[in-house]
């Protein structure tokens, strides 16, 4: 395989589709720097480039495919879906560094997979029994039927045909083409419906929207475009008509999510919704159905009003269970992960700007702090204060492997895809100001300063031709300051004209401290998860604020207390900050009490804060009373998997 070859793969893979009203920069074209490019960089260095990751993990996630442990001795697993995620973080390596060798390198793994594993009628899974799509079928306890087997074929199948986009090897769109083939064909057998298979209502199986579309934009059969769009009509069904789940009826109504299903503690996913209404915008994408792009819509302003978390994640550990009402926050990272995708398909089939602040601070906060500091692993969940978050364990019978560590490489490819675009009328758009070098049509740019840290940074635009430049505004600035003059955003946006030749903008967004007063009731019923089904006896919050972590006991908080944030940075107490134990858990707080100043002054570098991004002494004030605190970003203070790492939220 030639570079030339992948370059030219490359330039396929980022052709703008039906629906988008700008189009994102070019893969590779945007390259990540600073402190979050540097965690970037080292994720890669250790997930995707070492001898370990192209070795013992890899042949782990492949083997799955000999050992059958998925379905073997009892088990029910879903190892299957290692080798997928593993592909997929592959595939965007090579979409972002735009290396040939790793190319040749997937693909012949990809070929010795296909060749050893795939059945000549197109099954390729980590379940012996291809006829294993439900537990026990014909139960009414639909939270019963534990079974991943589409799960993992969803994730192999959009892995071969990424790895198709990258390097346009045909063998892997042939070997996806031929695994949907067979669900078609078996399910028409079995006379079943994607619906009533897997687990969680069907759910978990009809995510395969998302990777069924892009596998029909490149071998456009209609039995694919009847499965989508059975898959859409299926959920788009009154309540009562049927036991599933009536998901984007269900979104279009004034309904909590929390409420759609008749046992929220199994049926509520998180990760599987979001997987889901992502599918649901592709389809918009496909087909111009506004009612998908209006019900894709209404499932985000159900989890924006409702399960936002206070590191700016959304789901309680891994479900909706009205997470914006609890102040124990904890949430999977793999829900922030896909918090940030559905934002991200919103945004390029809208352009508005509400979506771009929420992928800001979802990556800045609950996804950094998620990635350990050498990013070879990742958090499980991340958690609103405490000792630590809960270091993902490996899961299903393996080793090196984990649901979350093996996606998040995925939200750095996202993030680096998001950070520009060009608009339908040709307009350079800037979206994201973190240091980064970045290529579109007819202009360079580079960016600098240490934004979030610092307010103050700058843009430097090489421009092949006159144009123009909008910079977004997030919501939480009135103005951005250009060059010394104060610029109000239209529709969240300034303009700039830009003439051929090199310019340099000196950009400042202004970042008092803000109270975020929490929804959360006083004195918060721990156990109240319990009322709602079968959790642990013991409560939901009691049993998983402490799973793994047994330092955790008596942290878990029973009063609301308020955030402190800082432009798109959630502020956190801690022992990195310079914060006692003490005062990082004490229960005083300016929760709902008008009235207090706040002000930040930067706080001079200790032994104590060292390594921490940005670092404060916070000043609270009311009448008599003031206090000074040190605080640090959120991710940086809280990150470290060390029982003795103590960090809190809550003012």
């Given at each position: 395989?030639?570079?030339?070859?992948?370059?030219?793969?490359l330039a396929?893979?980022?052709?703008?589709?039906f629906?988008?009203v700008?189009?994102?920069?070019?893969p590779?074209d945007?390259?990540?720097?600073?402190r979050?490019?540097?965690?970037?960089?080292?994720s890669?260095?250790?997930r995707v480039?070492s001898?370990?990751?192209q070795?013992p993990v890899?042949?782990?996630?492949e083997?799955?495919?000999?050992?059958h442990?998925?379905?073997?001795?009892g088990?029910?697993?879903?190892q299957?879906?290692?080798w997928?995620?593993t592909?997929?973080c592959?595939?965007?390596?090579?979409?972002y560094?735009?290396?040939?060798?790793l190319a040749a390198?997937c693909?012949?793994?990809a070929?010795?997979?296909?060749?050893?594993y795939?059945?000549?009628d197109?099954?390729?899974s980590?379940?012996?029994?291809?006829?294993?799509?439900?537990?026990n079928?014909?139960?009414?306890?639909?939270?019963s039927?534990w079974?991943?087997?589409?799960?993992g074929q969803?994730y192999t199948?959009?892995?071969?045909v990424?790895?198709?986009r990258v390097?346009?090897?045909?063998?892997c769109?042939?070997?996806?083409e031929?695994m949907?083939?067979h669900l078609i064909?078996?399910m028409?057998?079995m006379?079943?419906?994607?619906?009533r298979?897997?687990?969680?209502?069907?759910?978990?199986?009809?995510?395969?929207?998302?990777p069924?579309?892009?596998l029909?934009?490149?071998?456009?059969?209609p039995?694919?475009?009847?499965l989508?769009?059975y898959i859409?009509k299926?959920?788009?069904?009154?309540?009562?008509e049927?036991?599933?789940?009536?998901l984007i009826?269900d979104?279009l109504?004034?309904?909590p999510i929390m409420s759609?299903?008749?046992?929220p503690m199994?049926?509520a996913k998180?990760?599987?919704?979001?997987?889901f209404f992502?599918?649901v915008?592709?389809?918009?994408?496909?087909?111009g159905d506004a009612?998908?792009?209006?019900a894709?819509?209404?499932?985000?302003?159900?989890?924006?009003?409702?399960?936002?978390?206070?590191?700016?994640?959304?789901?309680?550990?891994?479900?909706?269970?009205n997470?914006?009402?609890?102040?124990?926050?904890?949430?999977?990272?793999c829900?922030?992960?896909?918090?940030?995708?559905?934002n991200?398909?919103?945004?390029?089939?809208?352009?508005e700007?509400?979506?771009l602040?929420?992928?800001?601070?979802?990556?800045?906060?609950?996804?950094?702090?998620?990635v350990t500091?050498d990013?070879?692993?990742g958090?499980?969940?991340?958690r609103s204060?405490?000792?630590?978050?809960l270091?993902a364990p490996a899961q299903t019978?393996?080793?090196?492997?984990?649901?979350c560590?093996?996606?998040?490489?995925r939200?750095?490819?996202?993030?680096?895809?998001?950070?520009?675009?060009?608009?339908?009328?040709g307009a350079?758009?800037?979206?994201?100001?973190s240091?980064?070098?970045?290529?579109?049509?007819?202009a360079k740019?580079e960016?600098?300063?240490?934004?979030?840290?610092?307010?103050a940074?700058?843009?430097?635009v090489?421009?092949?031709?006159?144009?123009k430049l909008?910079?977004?505004?997030?919501?939480?600035?009135?103005e951005?300051?250009?060059d010394?003059?104060?610029l109000?955003?239209v529709?969240?946006?300034?303009e700039l004209?830009v003439?051929?030749?090199?310019?340099?903008?000196?950009?400042?967004?202004k970042?008092?401290?803000?109270a975020i007063?929490?929804e959360?009731?006083?004195?918060?019923?721990?156990d109240?998860?319990?009322?709602l089904?079968?959790?642990?006896p013991?409560?939901?919050?009691?049993?998983f604020m402490?799973?793994?972590?047994?330092?955790?006991?008596?942290l878990?908080?029973?009063?609301?207390?308020?955030?402190?944030?800082r432009?798109p940075l959630?502020l956190?107490?801690?022992?990195?900050a310079g914060t006692?134990r003490?005062?990082?858990?004490e229960?005083?707080t300016?929760?709902?009490?008008?009235?207090?100043?706040l002000?930040?002054a930067?706080?001079k570098?200790?032994?104590?804060?060292?390594?921490?991004?940005?670092a404060?002494?916070?000043?609270?004030?009311?009448?008599?009373?003031?206090?000074?605190?040190?605080?640090?970003?959120?991710?940086?203070v809280s990150?470290?998997?060390?029982?003795e790492?103590?960090?809190?939220v809550?003012?």
């Amino acid at each position: 395989m030639t570079r030339t070859f992948v370059f030219l793969a490359l330039a396929l893979a980022g052709a703008k589709l039906f629906g988008d009203v700008l189009t994102p920069a070019a893969p590779g074209d945007v390259k990540v720097l600073g402190r979050p490019g540097e965690l970037f960089q080292s994720s890669l260095n250790h997930r995707v480039f070492s001898e370990y990751a192209q070795g013992p993990v890899y042949d782990e996630a492949e083997n799955a495919f000999a050992t059958h442990w998925d379905d073997s001795d009892g088990h029910i697993g879903w190892q299957g879906e290692y080798w997928g995620k593993t592909m997929l973080c592959y595939a965007g390596a090579i979409r972002y560094t735009r290396d040939a060798k790793l190319a040749a390198w997937c693909v012949k793994k990809a070929h010795h997979l296909i060749d050893t594993y795939q059945h000549p009628d197109g099954y390729l899974s980590t379940y012996a029994n291809k006829d294993l799509l439900r537990s026990n079928p014909d139960s009414p306890d639909y939270e019963s039927h534990w079974c991943f087997n589409l799960w993992g074929q969803k994730y192999t199948m959009w892995a071969l045909v990424e790895l198709y986009r990258v390097t346009g090897d045909k063998k892997c769109l042939k070997a996806a083409e031929k695994m949907m083939d067979h669900l078609i064909s078996q399910m028409k057998r079995m006379n079943v419906t994607i619906d009533r298979t897997g687990f969680w209502a069907g759910i978990s199986s009809m995510s395969i929207l998302r990777p069924l579309i892009e596998l029909y934009l490149e071998v456009p059969k209609p039995e694919y475009k009847a499965l989508a769009d059975y898959i859409v009509k299926v959920t788009d069904v009154r309540e009562g008509e049927k036991p599933t789940a009536n998901l984007i009826y269900d979104a279009l109504s004034d309904r909590p999510i929390m409420s759609w299903f008749y046992k929220p503690m199994f049926l509520a996913k998180a990760y599987e919704l979001q997987s889901f209404f992502e599918g649901v915008a592709a389809y918009h994408r496909l087909t111009g159905d506004a009612r998908a792009l209006e019900a894709t819509k209404a499932f985000w302003g159900h989890v924006f009003r409702e399960e936002l978390n206070p590191m700016r994640g959304a789901s309680y550990f891994d479900h909706f269970l009205n997470s914006k009402r609890r102040v124990n926050g904890m949430t999977e990272l793999c829900d922030v992960t896909h918090w940030i995708r559905l934002n991200r398909e919103l945004w390029k089939l809208t352009g508005e700007t509400k979506y771009l602040d929420c992928i800001e601070e979802a990556f800045y906060n609950a996804f950094l702090a998620g990635v350990t500091p050498d990013g070879a692993w990742g958090a499980h969940i991340v958690r609103s204060h405490g000792t630590r978050h809960l270091t993902a364990p490996a899961q299903t019978g393996m080793t090196m492997h984990q649901c979350c560590p093996d996606n998040m490489l995925r939200t750095f490819y996202d993030w680096a895809d998001t950070v520009a675009d060009v608009a339908k009328d040709g307009a350079w758009e800037v979206n994201f100001y973190s240091d980064a070098d970045i290529v579109l049509p007819g202009a360079k740019m580079e960016l600098r300063g240490n934004y979030p840290v610092s307010e103050a940074f700058r843009l430097r635009v090489v421009a092949e031709k006159d144009g123009k430049l909008r910079l977004r505004v997030p919501y939480w600035a009135d103005e951005m300051g250009v060059d010394g003059k104060a610029l109000k955003p239209v529709a969240g946006k300034v303009e700039l004209a830009v003439a051929a030749g090199e310019h340099t903008f000196d950009l400042v967004l202004k970042m008092p401290p803000r109270a975020i007063d929490s929804e959360a009731p006083d004195f918060e019923d721990i156990d109240t998860v319990t009322k709602l089904d079968t959790a642990p006896p013991e409560g939901f919050t009691k049993a998983f604020m402490c799973w793994y972590t047994p330092e955790m006991k008596g942290l878990v908080r029973r009063t609301a207390a308020a955030e402190i944030m800082r432009g798109p940075l959630v502020l956190a107490k801690g022992r990195l900050a310079g914060t006692s134990r003490d005062e990082t858990f004490e229960f005083k707080t300016i929760n709902k009490q008008p009235g207090w100043k706040l002000s930040l002054a930067p706080q001079k570098r200790t032994a104590k804060n060292f390594g921490v991004w940005g670092a404060w002494d916070l000043t609270l004030e009311k009448g008599e009373e003031k206090k000074t605190i040190p605080v640090a970003d959120f991710w940086s203070v809280s990150c470290m998997d060390d029982p003795e790492n103590w960090f809190s939220v809550w003012f």
